[in-house]
């Protein structure tokens, strides 16, 4: 089992960027597909993006592809998500988490961070 520590959150302006990390701690991290989901207030968790483990496949939501980034560095233990031209309605908890498989389920994912907290103001 892997431990997921988010960072990297913020306030950003609509149309700013924001770069969001993810330590894992374990040596099996890159058995692990990554994911990023989101929470905003009042509303459930969405999917957001994932990522296989060697880095080369990746799955957007519609509401991100073209904007946001996921890659991986193995050797790091980390994934990360880069955002660009951030929106008002990106503004979530954003969370990492960990799956043994490819999807889009959050109930597969069997490790999750703490959240880290986006804010775009418009």
């Known amino acids: 089992q892997v431990q997921l520590v988010e960072s990297g959150g913020g306030l950003v302006q609509a149309g700013g960027s924001l770069r969001l990390s993810c330590a894992a701690s374990?040596?099996?991290?890159?058995?692990?597909?990554m994911g990023w989901f989101r929470q905003a207030p009042g509303k459930e968790r969405e999917f957001v993006v994932n990522?296989?483990?060697?880095?080369?496949?990746?799955a957007y939501a519609d509401s991100v592809k073209g904007r946001f980034t996921i890659s991986r560095d193995n050797t790091k233990n980390t994934v990360y998500l880069q955002m660009n031209s951030l929106k008002p309605e990106d503004t979530a908890v954003y969370y990492c988490?960990?799956?043994?498989?490819?999807?889009?389920?959050?109930?597969?994912?069997?490790?999750w961070g703490q959240g880290t907290q986006v804010t775009v103001s418009s």
């Open positions: 988490a960990a799956s043994k498989v490819w999807s889009e389920v959050e109930t597969l994912y069997s490790a």
């Open positions: 990522i296989s483990p060697s880095g080369v496949n990746t």
């Open positions: 374990g040596r099996t991290f890159s058995n692990y597909y």
